[in-house]
């Protein structure tokens, strides 16, 4: 990759000064019809799968064996799986699963990931570069084997899962939050505060953290969807959340078996999968764009 | 020192890094490291000829360096289940693989590249809103989902492709669509957005005021400053494209390091999974090397940067 080294005299005129009130961001978020159908896709997905228990029929664990691998009909929209199960019920209840562990990732590698990425930026030099070399060869696992790897360490289930898609994420917060602390850091107010003496820690929480929060909301509107679809891989590969807990990926991964003769198995859980990810994608693009419309893919 | 060889000298640290965590992999899961490279099955004696094969009475940094040794002569133990050498269960599985991903580099690269320099020069057009929309189903697409609706499509319901294994280059079809989707349409998007700034250019409406054709315009003028963070994307999705391959191989029972990964986690079988690891994150660290090289041609700048 190439390093850029950061112009220390020019930085001022580089760095967004404008302030943007949250309200207005809303609001340009909210003329945004793309972002919107991202977000209301979104939140029929979080309610569904929220009253999962009063809107679904099925218990989602129900064998019914008299009504193994059925077409999709009126009591069954979705079909049944191998064991009789309503697959409406499994995707609807699987939505829970799905949507946790990609936030709860999420909030794990940010949480791990802008600490660390702040204070490699502020105080550069030996930090900088050992955090920097350590996300180096976090980053040379490609991918998913990031996430495979640990999760062949520590084994599968739905902590680890989030454990592992969470740990997988953090480079990429390290390195954003670093680029964007490095050119904070030689703005005048930061020296200023520097100059009547505030601690470091105070200068990185009150002056320049505020700084992260467009790009930390813009990266984890994507990264959601991003730990959603590998939480997803490791579950379809059966290294994911254990059966017969409904979770998308594993459904996917249990219907491979039954694709002769059963379509609609393999076809629901991942068609949520890919709805959920392309909402939060819609969504991350239009947050984008709110924040700085100059940025916008034209 | 020239640029490549400095990038070079860079890449070092990095693979040191990741022999030290492949290394630390076995060392740090609870219970007998040796017991685990052996497989629960083997005897009291082979355990210890591997304690002692690998120095693992001794500390670790000479542990270490009798890994690093090791790896270099090309040995990386043998596989606990079948009690082959990991570089010969690899090593068969390689080709395989290696088809896979290049027939989808060379599909997404193409046909991303291509496209994207299309919709650039239509833009607002019904060929721009429709490549626009695929690009975005391209992207929230997990791939063994697209494997296995392409499979239902044109395996079970036409029956005019096979469904999966490695039986000639017709199966190859299915697999290499699955698997370049994503980055295709991420190249898609960036070639778009780059050349739409680039035809911005001023001296590109000098280009086209002096009377050039619009093909010596396009890809004379604008492709190539339009590059570089094409290259950069394209870099960076083979990371998306080994990992991806994995989940491929799954998909369609191709018979690749991707499937040997997922049953050597399955079966615990560590040596295997250590060689597997090592050698994905060989691939991309060099992969990622020769973009940063092919930076220096694109852009002649970088190199004095």
Not at chain 1, 86 to 103: K, N
Not at chain 2, 158 to 168: K, N, R, S
């Amino acid at each position: 990759m190439v390093t850029s080294t950061p112009a220390l005299s020019t930085v001022e005129h580089r760095v967004e000064r404008e302030f943007h009130h949250p309200l207005a961001i809303i609001a340009r978020l909210s003329r945004n019809k793309i972002a919107v159908a991202g977000f209301v896709i979104l939140v029929v997905m979080t309610l569904s799968a929220a009253l999962a228990g009063v809107i679904m029929p099925y218990n989602p664990n129900a064998a019914d064996f008299n009504a193994v691998l059925h077409t999709p009909t009126f009591a069954h929209p979705f079909g049944t799986d191998q064991l009789g199960r309503d697959l409406l019920s499994r995707v609807v209840y699987g939505g829970r699963i799905s949507l946790l562990i990609g936030v709860v990732a999420v909030g794990i590698a940010a949480g791990v990931g802008v600490p660390v990425g702040l204070v490699s930026g502020f105080y550069g030099g030996t930090v900088d570069l050992l955090i920097q070399r350590v996300m180096d060869v976090m980053l040379a696992f490609p991918g998913f084997l990031l996430a495979l790897t640990l999760i062949s360490l520590l084994g599968v289930g739905l902590t680890n899962v989030i454990v592992s898609v969470g740990i997988s994420s953090v480079p990429v917060y390290v390195r954003l939050i670093r680029g964007v602390t490095l050119s904070t850091r030689e703005l005048t107010y930061v020296e200023s505060a520097r100059a009547v003496g505030m601690p470091d820690w105070r200068i990185m929480l009150r002056h320049v953290l505020p700084n992260t929060a467009a790009p930390i909301i813009v990266q984890s509107s994507l990264q959601v969807g991003l730990a959603i679809l590998t939480a997803a891989g490791l579950g379809f590969l059966g290294l994911g959340v254990r059966p017969p807990t409904p979770e998308w990926g594993t459904m996917l991964g249990e219907a491979v078996n039954y694709l002769l003769s059963s379509w609609y198995i393999a076809t629901f859980p991942g068609l949520a999968i890919f709805l959920a990810i392309m909402a939060f994608n819609l969504l991350g693009d239009g947050i984008r764009d709110a924040f700085d419309p100059r940025m916008k893919v034209l | 020192m020239t640029f490549a060889a400095r990038r070079l000298l860079a890449a070092i640290p990095t693979l040191f890094g990741v022999t030290l965590i492949v290394f630390f992999m076995v060392r740090m899961l609870p219970g007998d490291p040796a017991r685990l490279l052996a497989g629960l099955n083997a005897s009291e004696d082979e355990v210890n000829h591997i304690r002692v094969q690998l120095g693992l009475t001794r500390p670790l940094p000479v542990q270490y360096e009798v890994f690093i040794a090791n790896l270099v002569r090309g040995n990386l133990g043998t596989s606990t289940v079948t009690q082959a050498p990991v570089t010969y269960e690899v090593g068969v599985r390689l080709p395989a693989t290696a088809l896979l991903a290049t027939t989808a580099s060379v599909l997404s690269i193409a046909l991303g590249v291509g496209s994207g320099i299309l919709v650039s020069t239509r833009q607002y057009t019904g060929t721009d809103y429709l490549i626009t929309v695929l690009a975005l189903a391209g992207v929230s697409i997990p791939v063994f989902w697209l494997g296995l609706m392409l499979m239902i499509t044109f395996a079970v319901a036409l029956h005019v492709l096979p469904a999966g294994g490695d039986a000639g280059p017709r199966s190859l079809i299915l697999p290499s669509i699955a698997l370049a989707a994503f980055s295709l349409a991420i190249i898609e998007r960036q070639t778009r957005s780059s050349m739409l700034e680039t035809l911005r250019q001023d001296y590109v409406r000098t280009a086209r005021a002096k009377g050039l054709a619009e093909r010596v315009v396009i890809y004379r003028h604008a492709l190539r400053n339009s590059l570089i963070p094409v290259v950069t994307v394209i870099g960076l999705q083979s990371a998306t494209l080994l990992g991806g391959a994995i989940l491929t191989e799954r998909t369609f029972s191709w018979p690749g390091i991707g499937t040997l990964l997922v049953n050597a986690i399955q079966s615990r079988d560590y040596p295997i999974i250590q060689g597997v690891v090592l050698l994905f994150s060989l691939t991309f660290v060099i992969v990622n090397l020769i973009v940063d090289i092919l930076y220096g041609y694109i852009d002649p700048r970088i190199k004095y940067g």
